[in-house]
């Protein structure tokens, strides 16, 4: 079983810049896949990003490419989403997931993920 908290939203003008924390609890992170998704109103959950269990490969959406990077501490059981040159569209909730898999494989779909943190506003204004 894990546990997953986001904290670091927040509101910040377009251009700027926030860090995402997703503090786990339980064992099985280090095993765990971890993908941040976002969700704007009236919209679907959409992915964002996501980072092996190990942290050695990583893979990010076109929208956010070259702007974000995801990692992770497993020896603190904490992933990480690092926002640079923030854009009014990035406006969301964002959540983190996790999934326990054997290999260093990562997951881009919604139902890919077996937990999920309860959210964290991201605003970003014009």
């Known amino acids: 079983q894990v546990q997953l908290v986001e904290s670091g939203g927040g509101l910040v003008q377009a251009g700027g810049s926030l860090r995402l924390s997703c503090a786990a609890s339980?064992?099985?992170?280090?095993?765990?896949?971890v993908g941040w998704f976002r969700q704007a109103p009236e919209k679907e959950r959409e992915f964002v990003a996501t980072?092996?269990?190990?942290?050695?490969?990583?893979y990010y959406a076109d929208s956010v490419k070259g702007r974000f990077t995801i990692s992770r501490d497993n020896a603190q059981n904490t992933a990480y989403l690092q926002m640079n040159s923030l854009k009014p569209e990035d406006t969301a909730v964002y959540y983190c997931?996790?999934?326990?898999?054997?290999?260093?494989?990562?997951?881009?779909?919604?139902?890919?993920?077996?937990?999920w943190g309860q959210g964290t506003q991201v605003t970003v204004s014009s």
């Open positions: 980072i092996s269990r190990s942290g050695g490969t990583s």
């Open positions: 339980g064992r099985a992170f280090s095993r765990c896949a």
């Open positions: 997931a996790a999934v326990v898999n054997v290999w260093e494989r990562l997951y881009r779909g919604v139902t890919d993920y077996e937990y």
